[in-house]
């Protein structure tokens, strides 16, 4: 019997990572055989990422040569539409307004190709083989640059009667509070994101009285603060460090606003938690869910739960090649 | 032909309405042919709820003698369990806990029952035969003593994995606000649910310098400031007062707040506002439309509509009606 072989492509604003994925479907299980990564090259405009596109299936094409593979998958910023074809406004991607992506691959290829955004697929990904495993209904948030989500309701990604859904990072949660960058106020990502992560770090340590004993944080980016990035505070977090604890504990109670709300409109009760920081240990979780628990309705409270995302950054290539199947 | 009849019921805290309704299906419309209306005796307790209800169906079903049902819809606050039986801790309900509603009514009349929390009739009611018409997907706000919505996707209710979708009153748009009923701090109910609404009118009315000229509000209560309620002030916003137009278009910029949000994260672009309020004007539709309009995603802007209900407060009965057609 053939192998069920599948291309699952994961678009970003810096790099592609596309990879082959074997099904087993009686398992419910998906491989990833190989993977590759070229720079997207997203500002150098939309031929320049189409080149680049090409050469990593072409090299994964060309090492599976003797398979035969149910199509391509793509995830990809921005707003796909409806029938999974065109590509709409992707941020930082120079000149790319609307483009027919999926055509433009199943000419070169002659293979099904089926496009979804990339928070989307994450969330199908995490839903079919990861976290998700078994649960019909959650909230699917990245946290990272910014804060994006999935919404999987009944199994199925909820793409809103537009394309658009999930956008959780431009849920409000302070009416007078920081203007976001895309031009509301007190936004969950004007307060989490990466930038302001950093950018509130640094300041908090330039304003420490001078005997406190330093943060890990300094160490780690060799007095640089402007190095500092919410990695680096996680890193210095898992080292004990109390004040890279405070930051995210703050930021992971913050997170907890928007999702309470969330979930009393959706009537969920389950929100899996992946991106950058989502490595950020166990306590940020904990402090997520204290958070939501403390602010959902009296019936929801019992069972809240918030989990880490299990497939990493290989949930898109992942979710979108399940989409081909 | 035999006429198409259901019996709606909208049980509320303080009465039951129940009417026959007549259903053109060809045309999409349906007809309130005779509606009649009890109190509901919550505070005695399930069987006095149940008597009044069989009280008025009785009334209803005589005057119809000749006629047959196609069954008996009933809305109810609190969540109805997801097979449409079990009615779950309705709020001001003595004694209630959990109850199984559909098979209380149809052991005592044989005919098909379907019951659904009282929000999410309503936004089927004006789904097909309101301001909805025509219109698959939005959010239904009712805004009264509480806030309460509906969601409507694709045209249907969507109720939630544990029936108890549609909790806009509890969406958050302040993380350090006012402490809410609820137990969460800033939800938007805790703003501009009745009981804040005039208990804030009534102390920025307390507080005005002497040489104001008094507000309209004031003549209407006849000077006893512990009588206002919303309707109250939305009449002397009708009239032309500034102070209760002020305070009416705080309240729909602070609505907007929370509706945007849900936008955001559910793609949708259309608002429907029911309830006691929405008699208040057009200024404070257009009050939440600007803040939506503010706040919203850029893509979704330019199609964003907030729109006062059409049925007042037949909705219910209309809707649920139809849910055993």
Known sequence: ????????????????KAGVVEFNVHAGKADLLSQRKVDTLALNGPDSVKRQLFSVVNELLSEFKNDEFAGIGIGTPGIVSLDGSIVKNPPNFADWKEINLRKIVNDEYKLPVVIENDANVAALGEAKFGAGIGQKDFLFVIWGTGVGGGIILDGKIYRGPHGG????GHTTIDYKGHLCNCG???CIESYIGQRYLSERSRLKLQQMPENTPPSKIIELVHGNLDLIEPYIISVAAEQGDSFAKEILSEAGNLLGVSIASIFNVLDLRLAIIGGGISAAGEYVFDEIGKSVQGRVLKSTKPDVRIIPAELGNTAGMLGTASLVM
């Open 165 to 168: 859904a999930g956008e959780i």
């Open 184 to 186: 509301n106020r007190g």
């Open 1 to 16: 019997m053939k192998r069920k072989l599948a291309i699952g492509v994961d678009i970003g604003a810096t790099t592609i």
